[in-house]
């Protein structure tokens, strides 16, 4: 059964997110018992109209966990808008039966749509990809932030309280330290020029103009040679297939 919600046009956190803030934090929250009436009538009957103000009465909470992300140098407002897409799809998938309150379902999905985003806006190349790595990305950098560089044995409890391997903190680490590199830069305005990765990742073994030449210059050959061939009697075609190209070269 789809419950798709509409969307709010007046509540935008991107049009004015001050505006927003104020709007959304005077939406008055539910009582416990309004939440699970809410919710029992989505569960059971798919109502848009519940689903609305289930999303409506939480989206302050959506707006407080953004907040405690906003060390990444993100707009808080894009931050928004992905927990509110996670909100969305906790209160769709929420069961009333199970005795919780939305807004303890609701904050591993607002979460996880904001750790997407992060992890795909922070850096222009992805920083995580693996299970370990997205553990450890959230984790490492509050870590680093009190720490600076771990030494060894920090590392090494780092690794053992996320249950993930030292040689992946280590990574992790070097990964949160870099920044991103031009592939090719402007020679003008860059002074390591001659360090970017355009100079030194080339593959020398594979041109791609070079191999193109190559084979268009084997079809024109093999089209001569057929056309030339073509042109002979049977026993002379036999004369040349036997003595030079039925064999090996």
């Given at each position: 059964m789809s419950t798709a919600l509409q969307p709010i046009p007046v509540l935008v956190p991107g049009a004015d997110l001050s505006a927003y803030i104020t709007t959304v934090s005077n939406i008055a929250p539910l009582t416990a018992e309004r939440e699970q009436a809410l919710a029992t009538e989505l569960h059971d009957n798919g109502s848009v109209e519940a689903a609305r103000e289930l999303v409506l009465a939480h989206l302050r909470f959506v707006v407080h966990i953004a907040k405690s992300?906003?060390?990444?140098?993100?707009?808080?407002?894009?931050?928004?808008?992905?927990?509110?897409?996670?909100?969305?799809?906790?209160?769709?998938?929420?069961?009333?039966?199970?005795?919780?309150?939305?807004?303890?379902?609701?904050?591993?999905?607002?979460?996880?749509?904001?750790?997407?985003f992060i992890l795909r806006n922070w850096r222009i190349v992805k920083i995580a990809t693996t299970k370990a790595q997205r553990k450890l990305f959230f984790n490492l950098r509050s870590a680093k932030a009190r720490l600076a560089w771990l030494s060894h044995d920090e590392a090494k409890a780092v690794a053992e309280d996320l249950g993930v391997s030292l040689k992946d903190v280590q990574q992790m680490e070097g990964r949160l330290t870099a920044g991103d590199m031009s592939f090719d830069p402007d020679p003008v305005d860059d002074d390591s020029t001659g360090s970017a990765p355009v100079y030194y990742l080339e593959d020398k073994s594979s041109d791609p103009a070079a191999a193109l030449e190559d084979a268009d210059w084997d079809t024109q050959a093999r089209d001569n040679l057929l056309d030339a061939l073509a042109l002979l009697d049977a026993r002379s075609q036999d004369i040349l297939r036997s003595r030079w190209l039925s064999e090996p070269k």
């Open positions: 992300y906003s060390g990444y140098g993100l707009a808080q407002a894009d931050l928004i808008q992905e927990g509110n897409v996670g909100l969305m799809k906790a209160v769709k998938r929420f069961d009333p039966s199970r005795g919780v309150r939305l807004v303890s379902f609701a904050v591993h999905w607002i979460k996880a749509e904001m750790h997407e």
